[in-house]
């Protein structure tokens, strides 16, 4: 569906009196006065529509599971539009600044376990409370598979906090391409649900509005949260950490107009799209208790109330009663007690390991190896573009 035929159609759900992008979301432009709740990615889009109803996403995906590092030629096998477009698109910005870059990478090492904890626990159980992206995850394809679509998703971050991502070495670029590919596929998927649709406030889902969200339950929150935990961080390294996921986002597909360049910018952006839009849904529920469920499978070294706890430390109690999870008073005492200490301790403002630092070692270490391809893998999980939705959606 085009651009036009969208902006028609969300016209006609205002006139009948229809929930729609317009009025269940926060007004948003950009300075030049686009909208980015109407904003997708058009061109993608349709050449995803066709495939997928022309049944060659299978034959796209085989041609597709070679292709990882950012300096591999093109598979052979692609249909020759996919295959144009791609080579368009598939290079930094003429804006990216390789230094910031390389200096982004360096922090991303040093700070490492706090990335993992915030990107897992924090950003992935925030999803649940996105109202449209829970029902979008849900009612999507991924949605009836979480660990595989966690450690898909965690595929993404892994790769962008990667040494090298962006050279050609890395894999970030390539990931980011191929995310782009599924969102196109699942824009064209999820409105045929009549499950989805029954609960949406939008006819097409993930527009660049919602890829911003997104980015701010993401980089935005991370970058705050370790401002509050007082993590020490340069002004150079806070530029190169929201650098980083400036380009990340433009690859995703979203409009420079719309990207913030200052993370004054960014809060305040978050504070207007994101903050009034959490909420609980049936959906999110099922989808947080689907991954706090994964802890079972791997021995992350602690109770689920810790884990419960940890949720509600870094979220909030209004999230973590959203989501119906059990208090536990005595790991929630451990945590803002030792948690902090834990930090001073690896920041080297403390000269003794605090009581509890293994335990929280090895908790975020093994946090971080449960989604990295259902904990097997070291390296990555392939992306592949879906060809319907949830079963019996």
Known sequence: ???????????????????????????????????PWWVWDDEIDRLLAELVDGGRVPAVNAALRSWTDNADPLPAGLPADLADWLRRVNRLPSWADPAKLRRAADFNRRKDTYLFLLYGLGSGIMSTVIPREARSVYWSAGGADMQD????????????????????????????????????????????SAHWRAVADEQVPISNGDILVTFHSLGTFVHRKLKDWHVPMSAADEDAFLHQWQVAIHLLGVR???????????????????????APTPEGQELAADLLGLTAQIDLGVTRGFLNEFVRYVLSDEVGDWLGLPRDYAAATLIRTGWPAYIAFREGLLPIAPAGFYLFDQFVRALAMLFLDKGTS??????????????GA
């Open 1 to 35: 569906m085009s651009n036009l035929s969208r902006r028609n159609v969300l016209s006609l759900g205002v006139a009948l009196g229809m929930v729609t992008a317009a009025n269940a979301v926060p007004a948003w432009a950009s300075t030049a006065g686009a909208d």
């Open 149 to 192: 679509r966690a450690a898909k998703t965690f595929t993404f971050g892994y790769d962008l906090s990667e040494a090298g991502a962006f050279e050609p070495s890395g894999q970030f670029v390539v990931t980011a391409n191929k995310t782009r590919l599924v969102h196109a596929a699942v824009r064209h998927l999820l409105p045929r």
């Open 256 to 278: 420079d107009e719309f990207i913030p360049q200052t993370w004054a910018a960014a809060d305040a952006q978050s504070v207007q799209v994101l903050t009034p839009l959490l």
């Open 378 to 391: 070291p390296t990555s999980t392939p992306i592949t573009i879906p060809t319907g939705n949830r079963p």
